[in-house]
């Protein structure tokens, strides 16, 4: 229906405007139209339909809206205003709600602009206050006064108030427009009272205008509306209506534009586009803005916006489909894949498919218009032109910092297309380049950029405008860079839209959606031809419109929004929500392809960087693992450039170090270390060698004016400001030295450093030692918790009543050149530090005082306001490590990229070790090298996870100190003032005392724990016999023959060498034994069994090398006697063991001191002599020919199949300056001796068939032949001679000779007499000791003896390594076998033990004693046995007289025998514990000393109070009797909930033995009470303990990583505008001014409005319980470590069922889904727990055989992603045995990756090969574990739990 149009008008000012609102008459389809009535002068009107409202004349004009009511008005649009009018007529408030978009905003203005009613505008946020509405206080001539603000304007002006953000608001804000709503009445805070019209009218007609206004009444007008603007809540994020608030209103829903009219609307302003695409268009919005979008998470598409996107496709018609609807629309950044599955289907429906990148153009030209100097002409590649809005500046098209790549100039023709329509915001990875894109677009355009940064606090005024006082104390309101560059037609660039509050950010929709903006001082902004059509209807020139409030928004004025992609796994980084998808276009900008990549770093670089490279970045890029996607994001193209142009300048740097560092690898959790490990070995990226310069490059120096450290060289700067240049105490360490040098070359790069590391490993220190080194003065700023931006920047304070701001740290820094070192920087908060980014940017930061920081390449400006960046400043932060134990804020992952970051971790042992010597020059190195090795690895053990606390080398030197100024007193004690924090945590102290005692530091012990092995009477030596050397028989030439032949060495082959670092622990932590230490070595396989042992001294001669040869397969292990790292070569190459079942027999002997680092292996069935450099890994073949067969020769003959050890090497010698050595044949009739220094060897023929062969010296051989009759080989000159050894008794087996005489002492100890002659220890098997005087030199020789019982010696060892001669001491030590004891201990009652490997007799023929040392063990590897006999344990002799002692398992021991070497050991052990200071306590006697009685359980409080003593009450403390903690002589422990008073150990120990003893029978019952109250016998306990006992430490971690998470969710926050608290800086000027809010403290904050509940995390532990766990248990316990682990779960998750919800399900080849425990009720005692255990174990005993492990893990994903949780775990525990049930690698990779919201990970606990090897390549990077040692299994839990609990 049309209805006439009646226009009667008076006066021609009203034509203007009623011929706009003609226009409108003839909309089509309109039902009704707008009919303006004016009968007289005063009543002017608007009709819609039957509604009419009166039309007012404004008193200010500019206060009514402008040109937003368009020329044909929709249906829909009548419809709403209607309504309106009604409402308004009934003098009804109203309510628009909707969806986000400026619809609401337009609509009321529409109505405004319609019925030319003024306006009071202000957008609501979270920091909006009680003064923004009602009043605020200024000053003016130091008077304070009240300024009314826009409610009370509107309530006193009759205007209408528009509130926009209604849910945005906190909740005690507007409830104080309550009353003014509802009566229109409100108390002014000035005094004032605003009454209602009518009630004032009544009072008028009694009383005088002058009467009210003394009564300071304030008449509300009748015309005051108020309309506004919010969201429906809960379906959108804000704070719920209040509900008296909402009583007040009349609400309508502003719902989106119908197709039809929005249809039409974009064909009639774009008549050139095609009908069927605009069709299509709309049809994609409207579908996927129905309810049925809503269930897969899509956002409101802004529909309000669809004109932008008409308007780019009408201007370019090749921009098409998907590339144009992301603009608006950039699904890709916010859904799920199943939600961009449906979205991308969605529009190939409608035939928006994804273009052709190829088809966009690009920009070709940007030149100046020669129409128009505030535009510029863009030309593209397919000759299109566009003219859009330029900067003031020249166009730059040269930028020598951008090079031009495919990627960036799609996006920069994408970008010149939205920045002729609209404001823009560009989303990317960190790193990618957002920021290079946009000064690029700007340098086009001549556009200068103010670079804004967001944070999370930032509050609305820091957006628009911050209060501040002028030089007289008057307060004012100074304009912030956004309005600077709104007025200055610049662009903003808004860094950081995904950490600002939205309910902050939201004050600027209508200025990005209408360029129309009010602001706190009352300004409004208007858009350039709005301004321009009101100063023309008002003729007021520009400088009248700005004196009445008016200001115009430069027509070029642009906004550029930088962001973050949010978090699709967060529940919280959802920050591209409706409400931000309203307000720009947008561009999604990705990491540079790796083409383009390339192409850049080498444009900017002088070195083409390894392509590896950016393969790595590229494969992280790839995968979707969040993990991976940490990674990449750490690998940004910032970081790989500053890597490459690290690498371009100092080539010899390692690719993987470069990686490491930019990662920070040294503090990533586990999991992600693992995972980068592992891309880098697919990659083939390895650690490069160290060069030998680089090794010793580790000093610094000072030459004249060059300071060099290590490597690097630079000039030292001059400066006259020597106060601030640090002067430090510094010893130089390796370690430290290589990291300054790192500083060095970063720094001479102009780069920013960031230091990260643990508490105390010298941050500090270095950085003050560098900066001193270098001459550099700095400026020092702390961070915590409390810092905001401004106190970063400024510091107000008041000063004759005005604000005055004196500069920080950072500001003086930034003006005088200094270097601004930033401590503490995780402790504040990120988005306080995030500050610092614009700073290392772009060298610009805007001050809260109005200046600005501005780079040195800044053209100047704004000079007046600037502070120009002096070349010189540079910053240097420092930060702990993320993640645990400290939890603060991680600084690296926030803002890490632009700075060149350094790992800074505890000094290497050897760095350390050398530091500590110079704080402790008097501190035994022993000592000190206990301290470094203990303490690292309690930080190792903190790595781990497994204790809380990372103890740094701050501690180590506090101790040190302490040594060094009081050496009497122990270690032991001294290291107790370190520890002593943890001495009420039971398992962290046992952790601590275990570790120290383990590294020699005997924490606990006391000086009389000496157990030293009894000693036993020497059976006396006396001359037993008579040798004398005679001619063997009359036709036996006396001299022999002798072959002289030269070595040949065929190689050497190059070995390869791995190093292992064993778990030594000291022997005498509690008790001082012969045992000083002992280790296991890191045997290759399970089968492999040590066979040999020698040492020799090192090349340094100051300690021993260890040689073990180890068979199965065939390998030599070596380390040094006081280190616990150890190299081993595996040589099965050489000695293929399955070849014709040949079984090697390994001997080993060293070459001396000339040859530290080589030894002889010589192999006795192949007779295979090899050369071995154990420090190189270079092996090598002596060939002799003659006796010793070629390899070849011996691996193809098949008698090898069952052959013997028959060849034997004969290394008395080994040791000496000239090391020979012998070798022969059992039974043959020659011997070759070998001398390898001199590279020839002597073919030795024999009258007689030798057995044994022992050399005396080097010219004397003793043979033994197969009659047991003995012979003498001597050498005189070139001849050699043989004489048989008449004996004048029976010579038993000789096994031992030593090759030094004994001292003429010993000598006269065993002869009673002073005899000057030859000598020779031996051992022979029926002796304990033989001395052999005048052998071998002379022809006749005295054999002393100390003979054994007949069966003592039957089972002693002929041969090998079984027995040592100390000449220096006079020992003999010999090893003895396990299985029996010697024959004088079992008279003393000893019985075999299981836990003894052997024994080492001791014979010491100086102090006549024998003595039997227990070697600890299991007994020989089942493995050995084809090889050995019952034999002990394998010895050799060290360089100190000391034993080294091994076993077939490799269990090593280091044992000290002699007297001399233990009571020296002794004195310095006891001196590590330290004097005993009881004697120094105070004692007080009191009368009637209260002793201990009974034990008892004690009396019950009901009131629960607190009780301190006084054996009365339970539950108390410090007290004797009663149970309770911290008291004496109770029954057991009962926690009452206090403070503990603890009795010293002292008073403990006075208890008497009876009372104790009571005091445990009495805890023993209360335990068996507890069992029984849980039905639980004592067995089960017995037996659930064995499971518990083995992770007790794991679960202890666990539940200090849920505690320190929980503390820290709990954290208060800082609450603001409060009336009491701590002064807000921020909020100084409202304190002059007199308001009370102006405080703020801390509490516990509320959560943000609509933030998602915070829900638990979810895990689901599927367990393997098929019948193969049961069945290979005993192989390699796998099952009982399953189920241990599972115990460790059930233990450390208790009680955090609100952070974790939990259960335990099993998969055998019965079931998929075998429940065991419950999410919701898990087992709560350890009856329950124990019964979880058991039905695994029953289960996996008693199951059908098969496998269910796919079918399991795809149910328990699909099962468990479907409940409601923060995250959620799946962790799959199987054996590696998928591929007998057909199941693939890659369908169980698929299964784990099935649900993108559910992390799973998968643990194979049992392998046959390599199974689990090869299936964890296959699956997903950091998912998947072999675990094939099980006792790791709790540990690789406990990893997964650490790393993905922390993220």
Same mark, same amino acid.
């Given at each position: 229906?049309?209805?006439?149009?009646?226009?009667?008008?008076?006066?021609?000012r009203?034509a203007?405007?009623?011929?706009?609102?003609?226009?409108?008459?003839?909309?089509?389809?309109?039902?009704?139209?707008i009919?303006?009535?004016?009968?007289?002068?005063?009543?002017?009107s608007?009709?819609?339909g039957?509604?009419?409202?009166?039309?007012?004349?404004?008193?200010h004009?500019?206060?009514?809206?402008?040109t937003?009511l368009?020329?044909?008005?929709?249906?829909?649009i009548?419809?709403?205003?209607k309504?309106?009018?009604?409402?308004?007529?009934?003098?009804?408030d109203?309510f628009?709600?909707?969806?986000?978009?400026p619809?609401?905003?337009r609509?009321?203005?529409?109505?405004?602009e319609?019925?030319?009613?003024?306006?009071? @505008?202000?957008?609501?946020s979270?920091?909006t206050?009680?003064a /923004?509405l009602?009043?605020r206080?200024?000053?003016?001539?130091?008077?304070?006064f009240?300024?009314?603000?826009?409610?009370?304007?509107?309530?006193?002006q009759?205007?209408?108030?528009?509130?926009?953000?209604?849910?945005?608001?906190?909740r005690?804000?507007?409830?104080?427009?309550?009353?003014?709503?509802?009566?229109?009445?409100?108390?002014l805070e000035?005094?004032?009272f605003?009454?209602?019209?009518?009630?004032?009218?009544?009072?008028?007609?009694t009383h005088?205008?002058?009467?009210?206004?003394?009564?300071k009444i304030?008449?509300v007008?009748?015309?005051f509306?108020?309309?506004?603007?919010?969201l429906?809540?809960?379906?959108?994020?804000?704070?719920?209506?209040?509900?008296?608030?909402r009583?007040?209103?009349?609400?309508?829903d502003?719902?989106?534009?119908?197709?039809?009219?929005?249809?039409?609307?974009?064909?009639?302003t774009?008549?050139?586009?095609d009908?069927?695409?605009?069709s299509e268009?709309?049809?994609?919005?409207h579908?996927?803005?129905?309810? %049925?979008?809503k269930?897969?998470?899509?956002?409101d598409?802004?529909?309000?916006?669809m004109?932008?996107l008409a308007?780019?496709?009408?201007?370019f018609?090749t921009?098409?489909?998907?590339?144009?609807?992301g603009?608006?629309?950039?699904y890709?950044?916010f859904?799920?894949?199943?939600?961009?599955?449906?979205?991308t289907s969605t529009?190939?429906?409608?035939d928006?498919?994804?273009?052709?990148l190829?088809d966009?153009?690009?920009?070709?030209s940007?030149?100046?218009s020669?129409?128009?100097?505030?535009?510029?002409?863009?030309t593209?590649t397919d000759?299109?032109?566009?003219?859009?809005?330029?900067?003031?500046k020249?166009?730059?098209?040269?930028d020598?910092?951008?090079?031009?790549?495919?990627?960036?100039?799609?996006?920069?023709?994408?970008?010149?297309?939205?920045?002729?329509?609209?404001?823009?915001?560009?989303v990317?990875?960190?790193?990618c380049g957002k920021?290079?894109v946009?000064?690029k677009?700007s340098?086009?355009l001549?556009?200068?950029?103010?670079?804004i940064?967001?944070?999370?606090d930032?509050?609305?005024?820091?957006?628009?405008?911050?209060?501040?006082?002028?030089e007289n104390?008057?307060?004012?309101?100074?304009p912030?860079p956004?309005?600077?560059?709104?007025e200055g037609?610049?662009?903003a660039?808004?860094?950081?839209?995904?950490r600002?509050n939205?309910?902050?950010f939201?004050?600027?929709?209508?200025l990005?959606?209408?360029?129309?903006?009010?602001?706190?001082?009352?300004?409004?902004?208007?858009?350039?031809?709005?301004?321009?059509?009101?100063?023309?209807t008002?003729?007021?020139?520009?400088?009248?419109?700005n004196?009445?409030g008016v200001?115009?928004?430069?027509?070029a004025?642009?906004?550029?929004g930088l962001a973050e992609p949010?978090?699709?796994?967060s529940t919280?980084g959802?920050?591209l929500?409706?409400?931000?998808?309203?307000?720009?276009?947008?561009?999604?900008m990705?990491?540079?392809?790796?083409?383009?990549?390339?192409?850049?770093?080498?444009s900017?670089? /002088?070195?083409?960087v390894?392509d590896?490279?950016?393969?790595?970045?590229?494969?992280l890029?790839?995968n979707? /693992?969040?993990?991976?996607?940490?990674?990449?994001?750490?690998?940004s193209?910032?970081?790989?450039?500053?890597?490459?142009?690290r690498?371009?300048?100092?080539?010899?740097?390692?690719? $993987?170090?470069?990686?490491?560092?930019?990662?920070?690898?040294?503090?990533l959790?586990?999991l992600?270390?693992?995972t980068?490990e592992?891309t880098?070995?697919e990659?083939?990226?390895a650690p490069s060698?160290?060069?030998?310069?680089?090794?010793?490059?580790?000093?610094?120096?000072?030459?004249?004016?060059r300071?060099r450290?290590?490597?690097t060289?630079?000039?030292?700067q001059?400066?006259?400001?020597?106060m601030?240049?640090p002067?430090?105490?510094? @010893?130089?360490?390796?370690m430290?030295?290589?990291?300054?040098?790192?500083m060095l070359k970063?720094?001479?790069s102009g780069?920013?450093?960031?230091?990260?590391?643990?508490?105390?490993?010298?941050?500090?220190?270095?950085?003050?030692?560098?900066?001193?080194l270098?001459?550099?003065p700095?400026?020092?700023?702390?961070l915590h918790?409390?810092?905001?931006?401004q106190?970063?920047?400024?510091?107000?304070t008041?000063?004759?009543g005005r604000?005055?701001?004196?500069d920080?740290?950072?500001?003086?820094a930034?003006?005088?050149g200094?270097?601004?070192?930033i401590?503490e920087?995780?402790?504040?908060?990120?988005?306080v530090?995030?500050?610092?980014?614009?700073?290392?940017e772009s060298g610009?930061?805007?001050?809260s005082?109005?200046?600005?920081i501005?780079?040195?390449?800044d053209?100047g400006?704004?000079?007046?306001?600037?502070?120009?960046?002096?070349?010189?400043?540079?910053?240097?932060?420092?930060?702990?490590?993320?993640?645990?134990?400290?939890?603060?804020n991680?600084?690296?992952?926030?803002v890490?990229?632009?700075?060149?970051?350094?790992?800074?971790d505890?000094?290497?042992?050897?760095?350390?070790?050398?530091?500590l010597?110079?704080?402790?020059q008097?501190?035994?190195?022993?000592?000190?090298?206990?301290?470094v090795?203990a303490f690292?690895?309690?930080r190792?053990?903190?790595d781990?996870?497994?204790?809380?606390?990372?103890?740094?080398?701050?501690e180590?030197?506090?101790?040190?100190?302490h040594?060094q100024?009081?050496?009497?007193?122990g270690?032991?004690?001294v290291?107790?003032?370190?520890?002593?924090f943890?001495?009420?945590?039971?398992?962290?102290?046992e952790m601590i005392?275990?570790t120290?005692?383990k590294?020699?530091?005997?924490?606990?012990?006391v000086?009389?724990?000496?157990?030293?092995?009894?000693?036993y009477?020497?059976?006396?030596?006396s001359?037993?016999a008579?040798?004398?050397?005679?001619?063997?028989?009359?036709?036996t030439?006396?001299?022999?023959?002798?072959?002289?032949?030269?070595?040949?060495?065929k190689?050497?082959?190059q070995?390869?060498?791995?190093n292992?670092?064993?778990?030594?622990?000291s022997?005498?932590?509690?008790?001082?034994?012969?045992?000083?230490s002992?280790?296991?070595?890191?045997?290759?396989?399970e089968?492999?069994?040590i066979?040999?042992?020698?040492?020799?001294?090192?090349?340094s001669?100051e300690a021993?090398?260890?040689?073990?040869a180890?068979?199965?397969?065939?390998?030599?292990?070596?380390?040094?006697?006081?280190?616990?790292?150890?190299?081993w070569?595996?040589l099965y190459?050489?000695?293929?063991?399955?070849r014709h079942?040949?079984?090697p027999?390994?001997?080993?002997?060293?070459?001396?001191?000339?040859?530290?680092?080589?030894l002889?292996?010589?192999?006795?069935v192949?007779?295979?002599?090899?050369?071995?450099?154990?420090?190189?890994?270079?092996?090598?073949?002596?060939?002799?020919?003659?006796?010793? /067969?070629?390899?070849?020769?011996?691996?193809?003959?098949?008698?090898w199949?069952?052959k013997?050890?028959?060849?034997r090497?004969?290394?008395?010698?080994?040791?000496?300056?000239?090391?020979?050595?012998?070798?022969?044949?059992?039974?043959?009739?020659?011997?070759?001796a070998?001398?390898v220094?001199?590279?020839?060897?002597?073919e030795?023929h024999?009258?007689?068939?030798?057995?044994?062969?022992?050399?005396?010296?080097?010219?004397h051989?003793?043979?033994?032949?197969?009659?047991?009759r003995f012979y003498m080989v001597e050498?005189?000159?070139?001849?050699?001679s043989?004489?048989?050894?008449e004996s004048?008794?029976?010579?038993?087996p000789?096994?031992?000779?030593s090759?030094?005489?004994l001292?003429k002492s010993?000598?006269?100890?065993v002869t009673?007499?002073?005899?000057?002659?030859?000598?020779?220890?031996?051992?022979?098997?029926?002796?304990?000791?033989?001395?052999?005087?005048?052998?071998?030199e002379l022809?006749?020789?005295?054999?002393?003896?100390?003979?054994r019982?007949?069966?003592n010696?039957?089972?002693?060892?002929?041969?090998?390594p079984?027995?040592?001669?100390v000449?220096?001491t006079?020992?003999?030590?010999r090893?003895?076998p396990?299985?029996?004891?010697?024959k004088?201990?079992?008279?003393?009652g000893?019985?075999?033990?299981?836990?003894?490997?052997?024994?080492?007799?001791?014979?010491?023929?100086?102090?006549?004693k024998?003595? $039997?040392?227990?070697?600890?063990?299991?007994g020989?590897?089942?493995y050995?046995m084809?090889?050995?006999?019952?034999?002990?344990?394998m010895?050799?002799r060290?360089?100190?007289?000391?034993?080294?002692s091994?076993?077939?398992?490799?269990?090593?021991?280091?044992?000290e025998t002699?007297?001399?070497?233990?009571?020296?050991?002794l004195?310095?052990?006891?001196?590590?514990?330290?004097?005993?200071?009881?004697?120094?306590q105070?004692?007080y006697?009191?009368?009637?000393?209260?002793e201990?009685?009974?034990?008892?359980h004690?009396?019950?409080?009901?009131?629960?109070?607190p009780?301190?003593?006084?054996?009365t009450?339970a539950?108390?403390s410090?007290?004797r009797?009663?149970?309770?903690l911290g008291?004496?002589?109770?029954?057991?422990?009962?926690?009452?909930?206090h403070?503990?008073?603890?009795?010293?150990?002292?008073?403990k120990?006075?208890?008497p033995?009876?009372?104790?003893q009571?005091?445990?029978e009495?805890?023993?019952?209360?335990?068996?009470?507890?069992?029984?109250?849980?039905?639980?016998s004592?067995?089960?306990?017995?037996?659930y303990?064995?499971?518990?006992?083995?992770v007790?430490?794991?679960?202890?971690?666990?539940?200090?990583?849920?505690?320190?998470?929980q503390?820290?969710?709990k954290?208060?926050q800082?609450?603001?505008?409060?009336t009491?608290?701590?002064?807000?800086?921020g909020?100084?000027? %409202?304190g002059?001014?007199?308001?009370?809010?102006? @405080?703020?403290?801390r509490?516990?904050?509320?959560p943000?409005?609509?933030?998602?509940?915070?829900?638990?995390?979810?895990?689901?532990?599927l367990?393997?319980?098929?019948?193969?766990?049961?069945?290979f248990?005993?192989?390699d316990?796998r099952?009982?470590?399953?189920?241990?682990a599972?115990?460790?779960?059930?233990?450390?998750?208790l009680g955090?069922?609100?952070?974790l919800?939990?259960?335990v399900?099993?998969?055998?080849?019965?079931g998929?889904?075998?429940?065991?425990?419950?999410?919701?009720e898990?087992?709560k005692?350890?009856?329950q727990?124990?019964q979880?255990?058991?039905t695994m174990?029953?289960?996996?005993q008693?199951?059908?055989?098969?496998?269910?492990?796919?079918?399991?893990?795809?149910?328990?994903i699909e099962?468990?992603?479907?409940?409601e949780?923060?995250?959620?775990?799946?962790i799959?525990?199987?054996d590696?045995?998928?591929?007998?049930?057909?199941?693939?690698?890659?369908?169980?990779?698929?299964?784990?990756s099935?649900?993108?919201?559910?992390?799973a @990970?998968?643990?194979?606990?049992?392998s046959?090969?390599?199974?689990?090897?090869?299936?964890v390549?296959?699956?997903?990077?950091?998912?998947?574990?072999?675990?094939?040692?099980?006792a790791?299994?709790?540990?690789?839990?406990?990893q997964?739990?650490?790393?993905?609990?922390?993220?």
């Open positions: 229906m049309k209805s006439a149009i009646r226009i009667i008008m008076a006066d021609r009203a203007h405007r009623l011929k706009i609102l003609s226009r409108q008459a003839n909309f089509c389809g309109s039902s009704s139209a009919s303006i009535i004016h009968r007289c002068k005063s009543n002017d608007v009709t819609i039957d509604v009419s409202v009166p039309i007012k004349s404004a008193k004009v500019h206060k009514v809206p402008k937003y368009p020329g044909d008005v929709s249906h829909s009548l419809t709403h205003l309504w309106m009018m009604q409402k308004d007529l009934l003098g009804q109203i628009l709600i909707g969806c986000p978009g619809m609401r905003r609509l009321a203005l529409m109505y405004l319609m019925t030319n009613r003024e306006h009071e @505008y202000i957008a609501l979270r920091d206050t009680e /923004d009602k009043q206080r200024e000053i003016k001539d130091g008077t304070a009240y300024v009314d603000q826009c409610a009370v304007r509107a309530a006193t009759g205007r209408v108030l528009v509130l926009e953000g209604i849910e945005k608001a906190e005690n804000v507007l409830p104080v427009l309550n009353n003014l709503l509802e009566n229109r009445e409100m108390q000035d005094g004032r605003l009454m209602k019209a009518s009630t004032y009218d009544k009072l008028l007609a005088s205008v002058e009467e009210l206004q003394k009564w304030v008449r007008s009748e015309d509306r108020v309309i506004a603007l919010g429906p809540i809960p379906r959108y994020t804000g704070n719920p209506l209040d509900p008296p608030l009583s007040r209103f009349q609400a309508r502003i719902g989106n534009t119908p197709f039809k009219e929005q249809f039409e609307v974009l064909r009639g774009h008549p050139s586009l009908s069927a695409l605009v268009l709309l049809s994609f919005a579908t996927i803005t129905q309810e %049925e979008a269930t897969l998470g899509i956002a598409f802004p529909l309000s916006n004109s932008l308007a780019i496709m009408a201007e018609p921009v098409r489909g998907e590339s144009v609807v603009r608006l629309y950039p890709n950044l859904l799920s894949d199943e939600g961009k599955k449906s979205l529009l190939e429906k409608f928006l498919g994804k273009a052709a190829s966009a153009p690009l920009l070709q940007v030149k100046e020669a129409e128009s100097s505030s535009d510029a002409i863009v593209f000759g299109q032109t566009l003219t859009v809005s330029r900067g003031s020249d166009l730059q098209s040269h020598p910092h951008y090079i031009p790549t495919n990627h960036d100039e799609r996006l920069l023709a994408d970008m010149m297309t939205s920045h002729k329509f609209h404001d823009m915001c560009i990317g990875p960190r790193g920021s290079t946009v000064r677009l340098s086009l001549g556009y200068h950029v103010e670079p940064l967001l944070y999370q930032m509050t609305s005024r820091d957006l628009l405008q911050q209060r501040t006082t002028l104390g008057d307060t004012a309101w100074r912030s956004l309005i600077e560059a709104m037609g610049h662009i660039v808004l860094d950081g839209l995904h600002i939205g309910g902050t939201s004050v600027l929709a209508s990005i959606q209408d360029r129309e903006l009010n602001t706190a001082d009352g300004s409004r902004y208007l858009r350039h031809d709005r301004f321009d059509e009101l100063s023309e008002i003729n007021k020139t520009t400088e009248a419109m004196k009445i200001r115009r928004i430069h027509p004025f642009r906004i550029v949010p978090d699709l796994n919280t959802q920050w929500n409706a409400e931000m998808l309203s307000m720009f276009l947008f561009h999604h990705t990491a540079l392809p790796i083409k383009d990549e390339v192409k850049v770093i080498d900017l670089t /002088d070195h083409h390894d590896k490279l950016f393969e790595l970045s590229e494969n890029r790839r979707k /693992d969040p993990t991976c996607q940490a990674l990449a994001n750490t690998l193209t910032r970081n790989l450039l500053r890597i490459a142009k690498l371009s300048q100092y080539p010899n740097e390692s690719l $993987y170090t470069a990686v490491h560092n930019a990662c920070m690898s040294r503090f959790p586990a992600a270390k693992r980068l592992q880098l070995e990659l083939e990226i060698p160290v060069s030998s310069e680089l090794e010793t490059s580790t000093s610094c120096s000072v030459t004249g004016n300071l450290i290590g490597n060289e630079c000039e030292i001059q400066t006259d400001n020597l601030k240049v002067d430090t105490l510094f @010893y130089d360490n390796a430290h030295i290589s990291v300054m040098e790192s970063d720094y001479l780069e920013h450093l960031l230091l990260v590391g643990n508490q105390g490993v010298g941050k500090n220190k270095v950085v003050d030692r560098f900066l001193q270098l001459g550099r700095r400026e020092y700023i702390q918790r409390d810092t905001t931006v106190t970063l920047t400024l510091q107000p008041v000063r004759d604000i005055v701001y004196d920080s740290p950072l500001v003086k930034v003006r005088e200094l270097v601004l070192v401590d920087a995780d402790k504040a908060p990120t988005n530090t995030c500050v610092l980014k614009t700073l290392v610009q930061m805007h001050l005082d109005g200046r600005k501005v780079s040195g390449e053209d400006s704004h000079s007046t306001q600037s502070i120009k960046m002096h070349p010189d400043f540079r910053m240097i932060v420092l930060a702990n490590r993320p993640g645990f134990p400290f939890l603060g991680d600084f690296f992952q926030a890490g990229d632009i700075y060149s970051c350094l790992a800074l505890n000094p290497d042992i050897e760095s350390e070790v050398s530091m010597r110079q704080y402790g008097g501190v035994p190195e022993a000592t000190l090298r206990k301290l090795l690292g690895e309690l190792s053990l903190a781990q996870g497994i204790i809380a606390y990372p103890y740094s080398t701050r180590v030197v506090s101790v040190v100190k040594l100024l009081f050496p009497e007193d270690l032991a004690t290291v107790s003032n370190v520890f002593d943890d001495q009420y945590n039971s398992e962290m102290k005392v275990e120290m005692r590294h020699g530091i005997p924490l606990g012990a000086s009389t724990n000496v157990s030293l092995a009894k000693e009477p020497l059976p006396p030596l001359l037993r008579k040798w004398n050397m005679n001619k063997i028989s009359a036709d030439p006396h001299s022999l023959v002798v072959e002289h032949k030269s070595l040949k060495l190689g050497p082959v070995m390869p060498l791995r292992h670092t064993v778990d030594r622990n022997a005498r932590s509690t008790h001082f034994t012969e045992l000083e002992m280790w296991t070595l890191p045997l290759i396989h089968s492999s069994h066979c040999d042992v020698t040492t020799s001294l090192d090349a001669g021993d090398l260890i040689h073990f180890g068979v199965n397969s065939v390998c030599l292990y070596t380390m040094k006697s006081g280190s616990r790292d150890v190299t070569i595996d190459d050489l000695f293929p063991t399955s079942r040949y079984q027999s390994i001997r080993v002997a060293s070459l001396g001191s000339t040859l530290p680092s080589c002889l292996m010589h192999e006795q192949a007779n295979i002599l090899l050369l071995i450099d154990s420090e190189s890994g270079n092996v090598s073949r002596i060939e002799m020919g003659g006796l010793l /067969d070629s390899v070849a020769d011996v691996f193809t003959r098949k008698n199949r069952t013997k050890p028959s060849y090497m004969c290394a008395d010698l080994q040791h000496e300056p000239q090391p020979l050595v012998t070798l022969y044949e059992i039974g043959s009739n020659f011997m070759t070998v001398n220094l001199e590279g020839t060897c002597l030795i024999l009258p007689v068939d030798v057995i044994h062969v022992r050399m005396p010296s080097p010219a051989w003793l043979v033994e032949d197969k009659n047991n050498q005189q000159g070139s001849r050699y043989i004489q048989e050894v004048s008794a029976m010579t038993s000789v096994v031992g000779v090759s030094v005489p001292h010993v000598i006269q100890a009673g007499e002073s005899i000057q002659s030859p000598n020779r220890l031996l051992v022979s098997t029926c002796n304990y000791a033989d001395v052999a005087l005048g052998f071998p022809s006749e020789v005295d054999i002393y003896s100390s003979p019982e007949a069966e010696h039957k089972d002693l060892p002929s041969n090998g079984y027995v040592v001669l000449p220096n006079a020992q003999i030590v090893s003895l396990g299985h029996v004891p010697p004088l201990l079992s008279q003393d000893a019985m075999h033990e299981k836990s003894v490997s052997g024994y080492l007799e001791i014979t010491d023929l100086v102090r006549q024998l003595r $039997y040392l227990k070697v600890p063990g299991t020989p590897s089942p050995s084809w090889n050995t006999s019952a034999t002990g344990p010895i050799s060290l360089s100190n007289d000391g034993i080294v091994v076993d077939s398992r490799g269990r090593v021991q280091i044992w002699s007297q001399a070497l233990l009571d020296s050991s004195q310095g052990w006891t001196k590590l514990i330290g004097r005993d200071d009881q004697d120094l105070i004692t006697e009191r009368d009637g000393v209260k201990c009685d009974a034990p008892k004690g009396k019950v409080d009901p009131t629960g109070s009780h301190v003593g006084g054996n009450w539950g108390g410090g007290g009797d009663t149970a309770g008291g004496v002589g109770g029954p057991y422990r009962l926690d009452g909930g403070d503990v008073h603890q009795v010293s150990q002292q008073v120990d006075q208890v033995e009876h009372i104790r009571a005091a445990r009495m805890g023993e019952k209360a335990f068996r009470e507890r069992l029984k109250q849980i039905q639980m004592e067995f089960d306990a017995e037996i303990h064995s499971f518990y006992s083995q007790k430490r794991h679960i202890q971690s666990m539940r200090v990583v849920l505690d320190s998470l503390a820290k969710g954290e208060r800082w609450l603001k505008n409060q009491h608290g701590d002064l807000d800086d909020r100084i000027i %409202e002059l001014t007199g308001e009370k809010t102006i @405080y703020r403290r509490g516990e904050k509320e943000e409005p609509g933030s998602p509940q915070q829900k638990p995390k979810r895990l689901r532990l367990v393997d319980v098929s019948g193969s766990m049961y069945r248990n005993g192989h316990y099952l009982q470590r399953e189920m241990e599972v115990c460790m779960v059930l233990e450390a998750f955090y069922e609100e952070k919800k939990f259960d399900y099993g998969h055998s080849g019965e998929f889904s075998i429940k065991l425990t419950s999410a919701e898990p087992p005692n350890n009856k727990r124990l979880v255990l058991q174990h029953a289960h996996s008693f199951c059908l055989s098969g496998d269910f492990t796919l079918r399991a893990t795809r149910h328990a099962e468990i992603s479907k409940e949780a923060d995250e959620h775990f799946v799959v525990l199987s590696a045995n998928l591929d007998r049930y057909g199941i693939s690698p890659s369908s169980f990779a698929e299964a784990l099935s649900k993108e919201n559910v992390n @990970y998968a643990i194979f606990i049992g046959l090969g390599d199974q689990a090897d090869r299936l390549k296959q699956l997903p990077s950091g998912h998947s574990f072999a675990c094939l040692d099980t790791k299994l709790p540990h690789i839990l406990q997964i739990f650490t790393s993905t609990f922390l993220k």
